[in-house]
């Protein structure tokens, strides 16, 4: 296969598994934002870990350090190889050295949303070490539909 062909299939994988997701993010309907919020995270979660590699694990919860931890985080990328997580009831604690991602999952934004997602930035920044851009800001989003997912990423070293 050539590298145009590769890249084509590559390209065509992951806009049927948009087409998946944003399908499923609306399965739930317009029910309680709360209730919606938790299944589009879900849903994200569950897309990532496959495609990982096998060395990182996706979970939910907090980042803590030694003198700080984080706001809690809807999607935590951490390295499960070499460190481990504390398993609570509907979340994890996540060592600041293990964390490499951190995503805070939003279907709509609103100026208080945005300041919220301001301050989680700030409480990761202050608990794990970051490297520019320590804010990344992608959409999800089908021309056919209008539900636009946005995500917000904090990257660690």
């Known amino acids: ?22 399908a499923q993010a609306n399965a739930v309907g317009k029910t309680h934002t709360g209730l919606i919020g938790g299944h589009r ?3 994200i979660r569950e897309f990532l870990s496959p495609i990982l590699p096998r060395r990182f694990s996706v979970g939910r919860g907090m980042v803590f350090g ?11 990328i951490w390295d499960s190889s070499n460190y481990p997580a504390l398993q609570m009831q509907d979340h994890q604690l996540f060592f600041s050295e293990s964390a490499r991602v951190v995503v805070e999952a939003k279907s709509n934004w609103s100026s208080d949303e945005y300041e919220n997602v301001l301050l989680k930035c700030e409480a990761v920044r202050n608990v794990v070490p970051t490297h520019a851009p320590n804010l990344v800001i992608r959409s999800l989003a089908s021309s056919s539909n209008c539900l636009l997912l946005r995500i917000t990423l904090y990257m660690m070293a």
């Not at 030694?66 to 935590?76: G, L, P, Q």
Request: a negative charge; aromatic letters at 8%.
């Open 66 to 76: 030694i003198a700080n931890r984080s706001r809690e985080a809807d999607i935590v």
């Open 1 to 22: 296969m050539s590298k145009a062909g590769f890249e084509q299939e590559i390209t065509n994988y992951f806009r049927q598994m948009r087409d998946v997701l944003l």
């Open 41 to 43: 995270e879900t849903l």
